[in-house]
């Protein structure tokens, strides 16, 4: 570690510090492993809450034939890649953490995507060194090299106990069939109209007589359930090597594109431990590097651990977690990238003495100004990515958070395959320091190169305790972070899933340095005294998609939920 990162902690716990700070120590800490009691219950049902109630009912369909949660997670996850493609798909990518009953096994599934060989940051530049938008967010140079295939055949494989085929089958079906595809689906298509009628296969693919689908007709994706067929019958080399990919390739690079045929034939997935946080008496297990969601909701928990939030009036409360996330945001700017390419301070930024210099830099009764932080605006994220969460009858679990970044991706569909590409490429630090499509900076750390998977926001987190576990997470950009944090702290405090998918939400992010909330979030009182305290309070349409099941030992009961802002998902318990 170099002097400036040892000393960054103590710089900052005399950077604005009272002397009124601090008078409580970090509560005791959880055991490292979930009690042997509560390792052998079983829930003898299951629950599954997704964004779309066809991929819910998906999921089910695969339970009762015999699968377990990670059979079920290939079923929901393929089956939104057909009646959710705004937000994710065979196009895109995903990150998992899942823990196997039989065995406790806890792992992180890194089904991101990566960078074709021949990045160039150059293709995403202006003449004038501005970031070229158009470039990162559409068409097929905005597209990284999809992991979500790959990590579906991973999961089948090594955690499933039936064949991809079996669990492929609900979404081969839908897709064939058809589905009436809902509101958020149709306005996707609407709002991205233009952008779509540039690739021929994207427009034939989501309009009818040049139009987008309408409400109560049946519209099916033929050239999907194919490519899925294929996938069902050979298995990761059915989309990775062969014709699909060949259709790939070609498709890409006769529109401008970069890929190789050897970029998907290279692409693996990974597994890696999850990052593992103590508080309250609860196990978090969130998503390591390549995402940033993980090491930013350890970093605010480990600050908010010296903090008596339930002895604060709301207004000091909000006050506490706002100064942490932003803090860990700071950090998210300047340290992160894919830990194969890059070497971070990671043992610094999850270091309670760490948390310990950046508590002490938290005035009591003021908000700190970003611009005087060491180091590091945007547009609002959206529900661009989707999440769901399951628990099958054995206790498996998994927290899957999937992607194709902005709203429908790149908008560009490969033709002959249906696959709607990704547009991962502006998660990248593409031009250093200046922001992304979710306002997000970046540095050196989260720059592109060939193999070199995103950064990303997606947290799929479990929270293991005693007497209670939920499995948390939802789309949303950058406020995935501060909505799954917000989420885990509510279900500490008692709330069930219901509860906790419904709470009203609040995000700091760094920069731009303001707190959005959505409307109702704080009472007149709490508002005027954050304001006093020297918050700027930004109005916003109410955000994310969260999908939470919970389990509560005592009573061996399970509740799922979809939340409630967005009217197509749905929470199942059976």
């Known amino acids: 570690m170099t002097l400036s990162l040892r000393w960054r902690a103590l710089l900052l716990s005399l950077f604005l ?8 120590d970090p509560p005791a800490q959880a055991a490292h492993a979930i009690p042997a009691a509560a390792q052998a219950q079983k829930p003898g049902h299951a629950a599954i809450a997704s964004a779309n109630f066809l991929a819910t009912n998906a999921g089910l369909e695969v339970l009762a034939k015999g699968g377990n949660a990670f059979d079920a997670a290939v079923a929901v996850a393929s089956t939104l890649s057909v009646v959710e493609p705004e937000s994710s798909g065979l196009g895109g990518g995903f990150m998992a953490v899942l823990r196997r009953a039989s065995d406790g096994r806890e792992v992180f599934i890194d089904a991101r995507e990566v960078a074709p060989a ?44 039936l ?27 609407a709002e991205r109209t233009d952008d779509l009628k540039r690739w021929p296969a994207s427009a034939a693919k989501y309009f009818v007589d040049g139009k987008p689908p309408v409400e109560g007709r049946t519209w099916r994706d033929p050239d999907q359930a ?17 014709e699909v990919a060949k259709r790939l390739v070609a498709a890409v690079r006769a529109a401008g594109g970069n890929w190789s045929e050897a970029d998907l034939a290279g692409y693996q997935v990974k597994e890696r431990a999850p990052i593992s946080i103590d508080y309250r008496g609860y196990r978090i297990l969130t998503a390591p590097p390549p995402s940033s969601g993980g090491v930013a909701i350890a970093e605010i928990l480990n600050i908010l651990r010296g903090v008596q939030l339930d002895k604060l009036d709301r207004a000091h409360r909000v006050h506490y977690v706002v100064e942490a996330m932003r803090r860990a945001f700071r950090d998210h700017n300047d340290y992160l990238g894919d830990p194969d390419f890059v070497k971070m301070p990671l043992d610094m930024l999850l270091s309670p003495y760490y948390a310990d210099g950046l508590r002490q830099s938290i005035l009591p009764d003021k908000a700190t100004p970003s611009s005087m932080l060491p180091s590091s605006a945007a547009r609002d994220p959206g529900p661009h990515t989707t999440h769901f969460s399951i628990i099958d009858k054995d206790g498996n679990m998994i927290a899957v958070t999937s992607t194709v970044n902005y709203t429908l991706g790149s908008t560009f569909v490969a033709a002959g395959t249906g696959v709607l590409l990704n547009d991962e490429m ?32 997606m947290s799929p987190s479990l929270v293991l305790g005693q007497d209670r576990t939920a499995v948390i997470g939802s789309p949303g950009g950058s406020t995935i972070i501060t909505q799954v944090l917000e989420g885990i702290l509510a279900f500490i405090d008692g709330k069930d899933a219901s509860g906790i998918v419904a709470q009203k939400r609040y995000h700091h992010q760094f920069m731009p340095d303001r707190v959005d909330v959505e409307e109702g979030v704080f009472d007149p009182a709490t508002a005027r005294e954050l304001e006093r305290m020297g918050y700027t309070l930004h109005p916003r349409e109410p955000w994310g998609f969260m999908n939470v099941v919970t389990w509560e ?21 059976q």
Not at 164 to 187: E, K, M, V
């Open 17 to 24: 510090t009272s002397g009124a700070a601090f008078a409580t």
């Open 163 to 189: 064949p991809l085929s079996t669990s492929l089958a609900p979404a081969i079906r839908t897709a064939g069939d058809g589905f009436q595809p809902d509101s958020r689906l149709r306005n996707a298509i």
């Open 118 to 161: 021949a990045v160039n940051a150059k293709d995403y530049v202006n003449a004038d060194g501005s970031p070229n938008r158009d470039a990162a967010l559409n068409g097929p140079l905005s597209a990284g090299i999809p992991g979500e295939p790959a990590g579906l055949a991973w999961l089948a494989a090594h955690y499933g106990k």
């Open 226 to 242: 194919r490519t899925l067929e294929t996938l069902a019958r050979q298995g990761r080399d059915g989309f990775y090597k062969g």
């Open 553 to 573: 030992h005592r009573s061996n009961t399970l509740q799922a939920a979809s939340d409630p802002r967005r009217p197509s998902g749905l929470g199942k318990v």
């Open 426 to 457: 502006d998660d990248f630090a593409l031009v250093p320091n200046k922001p992304n499509v979710y306002g997000l900076l970046g540095s050196k750390a989260n720059a592109p190169k060939g193999g070199k998977r995103m950064l990303s926001s």
